[in-house]
């Protein structure tokens, strides 16, 4: 069964601390990795993309990388506005051979003043 | 650009009650359309999709239902509500490959 576990669920960093999130899988036919930032009340925003092992982006203060069995996201010298909780998600074809997305359960990551 | 409006923002409806939550998508004509629900604790959990007017895929069995009665409008429904049906939905639809799904801003519901 096609399954992405996210862990911590839960982190507080003092601002400045750096510290990664990850996001493990096992689904047949990847199609895609997706990192979301999502702030409370208010739906996911789009953050990255990868789609092979060895991929990395960046955008400001976080990296996504990707292997054969997970992906982190790295969080460096983070800031208060990086509070969020941050969802991983995968891309593969469900029971009817359509592209879904199969959401993990998050890391609601805190970072203190 | 790819907007996606869901309304209301919150709602509270007794146990028993009707339920109709609308999304209207702007953009891309023909979008691949979904509806999550992402509990207290739990991961987003894909409820419906569509792949055009009147088609409609259940993921999970349970007491809501969808419809898609035009391109870009997709409705969550249920005839009775229970508890259980307590969440925060999420409408969705297919935004440019690289960026999974484009999501609207949810509506929280609370089952009382």
């Known amino acids: 069964e096609d399954q992405v576990t996210q862990s911590p669920e839960a982190l507080r960093l003092q601002e400045g601390e750096s510290s990664s999130l990850n996001c493990s899988y096992t689904?047949?036919?990847?199609?895609?990795l997706f990192w979301y930032r999502q702030d409370p009340g208010k739906g996911p925003e789009f953050l990255f993309t990868?789609?092979?092992a060895g991929e990395e982006k960046e955008k400001e203060r976080l990296k996504a990388t990707l292997t054969k069995k997970e992906s982190f996201l790295h969080i460096t010298a983070p800031k208060p506005e990086d509070s969020a909780t941050y969802l991983c998600?995968?891309?593969?074809?469900?029971?009817?051979?359509?592209?879904?997305?199969?959401f993990g359960t998050g890391t609601r990551l805190t970072v203190i003043p | 650009s790819q907007t996606i409006h869901q309304w209301p923002a919150t709602l509270v409806q007794p146990v028993g009650s009707p339920l109709s939550l609308e999304c209207t998508v702007e953009g891309t004509s023909n979008p691949n359309l979904y509806w999550y629900r992402q509990a207290a604790g739990r991961g987003l959990q894909l409820l419906f999709y569509?792949?055009?007017?009147?088609?409609i895929s259940s993921e999970v069995p349970q007491n809501l239902s969808a419809s898609r009665p035009q391109d870009r409008q997709f409705i969550l429904s249920s005839k009775k509500l229970l508890l259980s049906d307590s969440g925060f939905y999420l409408c969705?639809?297919?935004?440019?490959?690289?960026?999974?799904?484009?999501f609207g801003s949810g509506t929280r519901l609370t089952v009382v």
């Open positions: 569509s792949v055009g007017i009147g088609q």
């Open positions: 990868l789609y092979s």
């Open positions: 969705a639809q297919t935004g440019p490959t690289n960026y999974g799904y484009t």
């Open positions: 998600a995968v891309r593969a074809p469900n029971k009817r051979g359509a592209n879904n997305l199969f």
């Open positions: 689904v047949s036919g990847l199609r895609g």
